[in-house]
Structure formats: structure tokens, C-alpha cells
């Protein structure tokens, strides 16, 4: 998993005090756009969300959430090209 956060520009993982999540790590697309990897009881979960800027995250729910992949598989190129497809929208 490291190599994967590393390779996409995710952050570390954090824990969200606004308990909207549980475990997050993010990586901004532009503007107040982010791609953000959730970690909830062994499952992984990537959504598209929007936060007013990068200080909010794990502070604050995101202004907007879409789940773009549940389950998330690191061994599924499936979903490796959704992640890429997005942070190459910037």
C-alpha cells in the first residue's frame, strides 16, 4: 500500500476527526478537488470529494462526495485506471 500512496501522491493516512470517515489519505486533483483512498474495518473505498481547501480535510465532511470505487483492489487494473483517469483530469 505504501508504494501505491506514494506513486498516486496520496498522503499518509490520517484519522478523520470529523467522523464523517474513518481512516483517510487524500490526493488533490486541482482547485478544491481531491481524490481520497478510505480505510474502514480492512475495506478500502475511493471516493472523488470537494473540500474548500486541503486545511479542512479530515477536519470537516467534504462539501461534496462521490463514491467512485467500493472495495478497492490494488491488484485490479480496473480500478488503478479510474484513480489515474481522475488525478489526470487536472
Known amino acids: 500500500m505504501e508504494q501505491f500512496l506514494d506513486y498516486y501522491s496520496f498522503s499518509a493516512f490520517i484519522k478523520d476527526e470529523s ?3 474513518d481512516t483517510i489519505a487524500y490526493s488533490w486533483i486541482k482547485e478544491d478537488l481531491y481524490i481520497l483512498l478510505e480505510k ?3 475495506v478500502y473505498n ?3 470529494t470537494s473540500y474548500p481547501n486541503r486545511s479542512e ?3 470537516k465532511k467534504p462539501e461534496a462526495l ?3 470505487i467500493e ?3 490494488l491488484d485490479n487494473n480496473d ?3 479510474v484513480i489515474q ?3 489526470d483530469y487536472n
Open 19 to 21: 467522523l464523517f470517515f
Open 40 to 42: 474502514k474495518e480492512g
Open 46 to 48: 475511493i471516493h472523488f
Open 57 to 59: 480535510i479530515a477536519k
Open 66 to 68: 462521490n463514491t467512485l
Open 71 to 73: 472495495d478497492f483492489k
Open 79 to 81: 480500478h488503478r485506471k
Open 85 to 87: 483517469q481522475y488525478l
